[in-house]
């Protein structure tokens, strides 16, 4: 390990990192921990976090040096919570950055569908999944809440690689049965079908050995409401009302699919999934570029949270959403890649992302609008917003103790390597703040700056080096 890492302390004991730590706790909020002492327990959990000129700093840093438990992050290196992708299309890796230019149905019947219809091989599955997981983590990427498709045994195989390669997750068995939306070759046999699928792969990952602490949780995920049958909505919401476990779905993605579902239930996408049972305080729902009034209190009141997917926004939903003022009326929300409908697996480009968008939405585009005339003006977010949504909120979106550096948080974090080689992030020796380093790191990012991944107290991806659990 060269000079920006450290090593992983003795398993099964607890150990302290000495280190200048970001987060933000709120979304106005930027917390700089500087030469903070990050304890953290046996389990992976974070015990305190120490600040330098706390009493009990110097005698803590002592006691884990005495027992060489202690590690340190060299000038250069900050602690970051891990970045949290509350919305991945797993088996759309190989078609990442592909047929971005067609539309949204053009995109789905051609070519996304034909890919997904392929993961009844397990063998091909693994040989997709494999790569992913490890290039998430290699991104920053600690959590993601994955869509599998409809084969059992893929689903099993990304799960089992999220163990393998230590990455917490979420993932579900898509479920789709409509004919009118979905192609004869990939879709559910029948409502009930699915509905027994998605209640078998619950069992199945409860099941899967290693996962005993659940490191990989279970969603039900009906793909979005025009392909699913009311039948096989109103079974999964049975399920999601019995169990407790997480779902999963897209809403008002796009002027067509809003319509749709207004046009067949007489109703809104939102209130339409709070009738079937599927919006509860752990649904996360994709998009929701055109959510109303109504829809936006009644989420807020669920306690339900959209996954924010800026950069496919702009390619199939020709909208933005309005984080800004989706959070000033207390809706929850976390940030998305929406891979492979975004282009990037980078959350920092995400974070980025949703920035431009945000901007764009308060300005306006149209250059032939008078300038008071052309933005919302209310819309705009900044860097620390944009860290928020793939942190802490995004944890509090999943219902999970992770996305900030505090006592209680799982041990999920990154180490970002400022002065790794060909990095493009610039610090000006005495003249950047800590918050400045933030900034700029936020703006200027990439993998090659993910010099550790950390998820639950265990180094899952290590910069130039090949982990066990890879080999």
């Known amino acids: ?112 569908f034909p890919l997904e219809a392929r993961y009844g091989d397990e063998a091909f599955a693994e040989s997709v999944y494999r790569p992913l997981v490890r290039h998430l983590l290699a991104n920053g990427t600690t959590t993601a809440m994955y869509f599998g498709t409809l084969h059992d045994g893929g689903n099993r195989v990304l799960a089992e690689q999220c163990l393998r390669q230590g990455q917490r997750a979420l993932v579900g068995r898509v479920a789709m049965d409509e004919p009118s939306q979905c192609p004869e070759f990939y879709r559910d046999a029948s409502a009930q079908a699915a509905i027994e699928g998605t209640e078998a792969f619950i069992g199945t990952l409860a099941g899967l050995p290693g996962n005993a602490g659940g490191l990989v949780l279970p969603v039900i995920t009906p793909r979005f409401i025009p392909s699913c049958t009311d039948a096989l909505l109103e079974g999964l919401g049975a399920l999601a009302q019995r169990t407790g476990v997480h779902v999963q779905t897209h809403c008002s993605e796009s002027d067509w699919a809003h319509q749709h579902v207004l046009e067949r239930t007489g109703m809104t996408d939102a209130h339409a999934l709070h009738r079937f049972g599927l919006l509860t305080r752990r649904t996360v729902v994709a998009h929701a570029n055109f959510l109303t009034p109504e829809d936006v209190a009644l989420m807020a009141e669920v306690g339900a949270s959209v996954a924010h997917c800026p950069l496919s926004n702009f390619y199939f939903a020709n909208s933005v959403f309005p984080a800004r003022s989706g959070h000033a009326r207390h809706m929850g929300m976390g940030l998305g890649s929406d891979i492979s409908g975004g282009y990037s697996p980078s959350m920092f480009d995400a974070c980025r992302h949703a920035i431009t968008a945000s901007y764009a939405l308060d300005e306006g585009v149209d250059p032939d609008l008078p300038s008071a005339q052309r933005g919302r003006h209310d819309a705009r977010i900044d860097h620390v917003f944009a860290l928020w949504l793939a942190t802490a909120a995004g944890g509090a979106a999943l219902d999970l103790p992770i996305g900030r550096i505090e006592a209680g948080q ?62």
């Open 1 to 112: 390990m060269n000079s920006s890492l450290f090593s992983p302390p003795t398993p099964g004991q607890a150990w302290a990192l000495q280190c200048t730590a970001f987060d933000t706790p709120r979304s106005d909020a930027l917390r700089v921990q500087v030469d903070a002492l990050v304890v953290v327990s046996s389990t992976g959990v974070i015990e305190s976090v120490i600040a330098r000129d706390d009493p009990r700093w110097a005698g803590e840093r002592a006691r884990h040096a005495a027992t060489g438990q202690l590690r340190e992050l060299p000038e250069g290196s900050y602690l970051l919570p891990g970045l949290i992708d509350v919305h991945v299309h797993a088996p759309q890796w190989p078609q990442m950055g592909k047929a971005l230019d067609v539309p949204l149905a053009d995109w789905l019947q051609r070519n996304t």
């Open 410 to 471: 799982h041990f999920d974090a990154i180490v970002v390597d400022c002065h790794a080689p060909d990095s493009n992030i610039c610090i000006w020796p005495g003249s950047d703040s800590p918050a400045d380093v933030l900034q700029k790191i936020i703006y200027n990012a990439t993998r090659a700056n993910v010099a550790q991944t950390w998820v639950q107290g265990a180094l899952v991806h290590c910069r130039g080096a090949v982990l066990s659990n890879l080999s």
